[in-house]
C-alpha cells in the first residue's frame, strides 16, 4: 500500500495471510496467540463496521481496506470469511501499561526460550523495525482511516456503476435477442411464400432461442379468414406427446383465453382441469396471437431445457414473436380477402363476356384450368401456373369490342364477321396494357390464335417464336371449343377431341404440349363442362 502500511488478508479464525511485505514487528505481532485471539474476538465488528479504525488491542490498529477488484468480479468484500486489512502499529504500542502482558503471551511457534518481543523501557534490547511507516501515531490513525473511508466511497461508487454496467449490458443483450428473432422472422415475412412453411420456421427459431423442451404454434380451426391455416398445428422439440393430444390441450388453453392479455409463465400444476398438460410439463409458457379483437392462435410451451425457471426474458421474447406473428397473420388475411376479391371480380367479368354467347358459358373458366393444369404437366411451377390460370380468365376479354351478333352468329361468318372477330386478342391486350398487374398475361390474351405453322392471328407468329402462354391457352382453348356445343356444330366426344390435338401437333399445336395434353386426366374438367352445361343461359331463338 503506498501509505506505508502493511496489508493482510485476515480470517475469522485470526489467520493472517500477508499482501504485503510486512515490517519486523508485525510479522511478531501478528505471529502471536493474543493477536490472533483479538481478531477472533473483533471479528464481528471488523466484517460490519468498516472503515472505522478497529483497535485490536492496544496500539495495533486494523483498518478494513476495500476488496481488491477482479476481472468479472465486484463486490467490496469477497466474502465474510476473509477481510483485507491495514495493520497499523503505533507508539501507544511501546507505552500502554498493559503491554506487559500483551508482550508476555508473544511466543513465536516453535520457538525454544524466551523470545519475547523486546519492548523499549523493559530494559530489553530496541523493538524490530517496524513496516514502511514505522511505528505511527493515533493522529496518523484517524488520517489512514480517512483515506481509507475515500477508498471505500469510490469502491461503493464504482460498484454502483458497475452494476449499471451490467443491467445496461444485460438490457442491450436482452434488446439483441429480441431483435435478432424479429428480424430473421421479419426478413422472410412476405404473403406470397407457403405460410405454414413459414410458420413453422418461426416457431422452430423461437424454441432454439429460448433453449424450451418443446414449443407448440396452433391456430384456431373456427376462424375462417384464416383460410388453409385455420386449425394449423406445428410442434418442435420433444415434447413425447402425440399430436392429437396437443392439439386437445391448445384447444382447451386457447378456449381458457391464456395469453390474451399478454405472455403467461404457469406452473402447469395450478391449472385445474388439465392433467395431461401436468404430466407435459411443470411450467407452462403461454401467449395467444391476436388480430384486432380476435384470438386467432396461440404459442404454447414447456420447461427450458437446462431446467431453469423460465424468465421474464422467455416470456418478452415470446410474445414479441406473437406479435409479429398477429401481423403476418393478418396481412395473409387482408391478402386473400383482396385476393379474393380479384378474382370474384375477374370470374365476374369473363363471366358477362362468355355470356354474350350462350354457347360459351364457362369457356374462360375451362381454359382457366385446362391451362393450369397443362401448366402444372409441363412441370412448370405454382406462381407460373397461377398466372397461366389468371391469363385463361382473361384470354377473350378482347370479345368485349367484338359485336355480339357477330360472337353468336350460328352460320358461318362473312369475311368482314371474322376480321371483327380476329380484332379480340388486341383489343385484349389493350384493355390488359392499362392494368399493371396484368401485363404479364398479355403474351397469353394477344398470342392464343397463333398456330404453330404460322397461319394464325394476330401477328402469325410461328413455332417457339409464339411465347409459352399463346401456346398453352391455345390449345386448352381449342380443346374447349371441340368439346363444347357451338352455335355451328355439336360437341365431339373426348376420344375424338384427343385424336384432333394428337392430329393437329406441329401444324396447329406445339408437338409437345400437344403430347402431354393428351395424357392428362380431363376427370374435373368434363364435371365442370356438364355443370356448366346444366347451368346455361336458354339459347336465344333469332
Ligand atoms: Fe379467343
Redesign the pocket.
Known amino acids: 500500500m503506498e501509505l506505508g502500511l502493511t496489508c493482510a488478508r485476515c480470517d475469522a479464525r485470526g489467520r493472517v495471510e500477508w499482501s504485503s511485505q510486512p515490517g519486523a514487528l508485525e510479522a511478531a505481532l501478528a505471529a502471536t496467540d493474543a493477536f490472533q485471539q483479538a481478531l477472533q474476538r473483533q471479528w464481528s465488528r471488523l466484517v460490519h463496521a468498516p472503515p472505522e479504525p478497529v483497535e485490536l488491542t492496544t496500539g495495533i490498529y486494523l483498518l478494513v481496506l476495500p476488496a481488491p477488484r477482479r476481472r468479472g468480479g465486484f463486490g467490496r468484500q469477497g466474502t465474510a470469511e476473509q477481510i483485507d486489512v491495514a495493520i497499523v502499529p503505533t507508539t501507544e504500542l511501546a507505552d500502554h501499561p498493559d503491554l506487559a502482558g500483551w508482550v508476555a503471551d508473544t511466543r513465536p511457534r516453535g520457538g525454544n526460550g524466551d523470545h519475547r518481543l523486546p519492548i523499549p523501557g523493559n530494559g530489553r534490547p530496541p523493538p524490530p523495525e517496524a513496516g514502511p511507516g514505522g511505528l505511527h501515531t493515533r493522529r496518523d490513525v484517524d488520517r489512514f482511516a480517512r483515506m481509507v473511508a475515500w477508498m471505500h466511497e469510490d469502491g461503493a461508487e464504482i460498484d454502483r456503476r458497475c452494476h449499471e454496467v451490467r443491467a445496461v449490458s444485460q438490457q442491450l443483450l436482452e434488446s439483441y435477442e429480441e431483435l435478432s428473432l424479429l428480424y430473421k422472422f421479419s426478413a422472410r415475412m412476405t404473403v406470397d411464400q407457403p405460410r405454414a412453411r413459414f410458420l413453422g420456421e418461426a416457431a422452430a427459431e423461437l424454441h432454439q432461442v429460448l433453449g424450451l423442451s418443446w414449443l407448440t404454434l396452433q391456430l384456431a380451426d373456427d376462424e375462417p379468414r384464416l383460410g388453409s391455416l385455420a386449425g394449423y398445428i406445428h410442434t418442435v422439440g420433444s415434447a413425447d406427446c402425440p399430436e392429437a393430444v396437443m392439439e386437445r390441450i391448445g384447444r382447451d388453453l386457447l378456449a381458457r383465453q391464456f395469453g390474451a392479455t399478454g405472455p403467461q409463465v404457469l406452473e402447469s400444476r395450478t391449472i385445474e382441469g388439465a392433467p395431461q398438460l401436468q404430466r407435459l410439463t411443470q411450467q407452462v409458457l403461454a401467449v395467444s396471437i391476436r388480430v384486432g379483437e380476435r384470438t386467432v392462435g396461440l404459442i404454447f410451451a414447456g420447461d427450458k431445457t437446462d431446467g431453469s425457471p423460465m424468465s421474464n426474458l422467455d416470456a418478452t421474447l415470446c410474445s414479441s414473436l406473437a406479435s409479429s406473428m398477429s401481423i403476418f397473420i393478418e396481412n395473409v388475411m387482408l391478402y386473400e380477402d383482396v385476393q379474393s376479391m380479384f378474382m370474384g371480380t375477374l370470374h365476374a367479368l369473363t363471366a358477362s363476356i362468355d355470356a354474350k354467347d350462350s354457347y360459351t358459358h364457362g369457356h374462360s373458366q375451362r381454359v382457366a384450368m385446362l391451362g393450369r393444369d397443362l401448366a402444372r404437366a409441363c412441370g412448370l411451377d405454382a406462381a407460373t401456373a397461377d398466372r397461366i390460370y389468371l391469363a385463361g380468365l382473361v ?2 376479354v ?2 368485349i369490342g367484338v359485336p355480339e351478333a357477330v360472337l353468336s352468329k350460328p352460320g358461318p361468318l362473312s369475311g368482314e364477321e371474322f376480321e371483327l ?1 380476329k380484332r ?2 388486341e383489343i ?1 391486350a389493350r384493355i390488359l396494357g392499362d392494368i399493371p398487374q396484368m401485363r404479364d398475361l398479355i403474351p397469353g390474351v394477344l398470342h ?2 397463333e398456330r404453330w405453322d404460322g397461319r394464325g392471328y394476330p401477328h402469325g407468329l410461328r413455332g417457339a417464336d409464339i411465347p409459352l402462354y399463346g401456346r398453352l391457352l391455345g390449345l386448352a ?1 381449342a380443346f374447349d371449343a371441340m368439346s363444347s356445343n357451338r352455335a355451328y356444330r355439336r360437341a365431339i366426344d373426348c376420344e375424338a377431341v384427343l385424336e384432333e390435338v394428337a392430329a393437329c401437333a406441329g401444324r396447329q399445336f406445339d408437338p409437345d404440349l400437344a403430347r402431354i395434353f393428351t395424357g392428362m386426366d380431363f376427370t374435373t374438367y368434363y364435371k365442370l363442362l356438364q355443370s356448366h352445361h346444366a347451368n346455361a343461359p336458354l339459347r336465344r331463338t333469332a
Open positions: 384470354h377473350d378482347g370479345k372477330i379480340h386478342p385484349g392464343h390464335h382453348d
